[in-house]
C-alpha cells in the first residue's frame, strides 16, 4: 500500500476482513497496557504479482501534547518471509515422500534376499548376500541424505 494511501487511513480499511478480529483484540491488548501489541496481518491489496501482502504490525502507545493516547501502528513486510516459509514445508513435504519411495523398495530387496537364501546352493547364497549387502549399504546413504535435506 502506497504510503500516500496509508497514512492517516483507518487500519481495518487497509487489511482484509479475516484479519480484522485478531488486529481488535491486538489493539485492545496494546490500548490496556496487556502486551505491546504486534499482530500479522493480510492487506487489501496484494503485491504487484497477485500474492497477498501480509504484513507484521507493531502497534505502539503514543502520548500526545494533548494528554490524548493514540496507537501507531509500524509495518513489517512479511510476504517474502511466507514465500519462504511455503517453500521450506514443500521441501519437507517431498523430502518424506522421496525418502518413503526410496526406502520402501530397499526393505523388500534386503527381505526377500534374505528370504530367498534359506535352501539357496551357496553361489546363490553368496549372490543374495551381495545382493543384501550392496541394499543395505543403499539404505543407509539413502537415510543420509534425507537426514541432511
Do not use: Y
Not at 20 to 43: H, I, K, M, P, T
Not at 93 to 104: F, K, M, N, Y
Request: hydrophobic share 45%; aromatic share 2%; proline share 3%.
Amino acid at each position: 500500500v502506497p504510503e500516500a494511501q496509508a497514512a492517516g487511513a483507518s487500519i481495518f480499511d487497509l487489511v482484509r476482513e479475516e484479519c480484522c478480529a485478531g488486529l481488535r483484540a491486538a489493539l485492545s491488548a496494546c490500548w490496556s497496557g496487556e502486551s505491546s501489541g504486534a499482530v500479522e496481518v493480510v492487506l487489501r491489496q496484494g503485491c504487484e504479482d497477485g500474492r497477498p501482502t501480509r504484513m507484521l504490525l507493531t502497534l505502539i502507545v503514543q502520548h500526545g501534547d494533548d494528554e490524548r493516547r493514540k496507537i501507531a501502528a509500524i509495518g513489517q513486510d512479511l510476504t517474502e518471509v511466507a514465500a519462504i516459509r511455503a517453500m521450506q514445508e514443500r521441501k519437507t513435504q517431498i523430502t518424506a515422500v522421496l525418502g518413503h519411495e526410496l526406502r520402501s523398495p530397499l526393505h523388500g530387496i534386503m527381505g526377500l534376499s534374505g528370504s530367498m537364501a534359506d535352501g539357496a546352493s551357496p553361489v546363490q547364497k553368496r549372490h543374495l548376500g551381495m545382493i543384501k549387502g550392496c541394499a543395505a549399504r543403499l539404505l543407509d546413504l539413502v537415510t543420509n541424505i534425507m537426514e541432511m535435506a
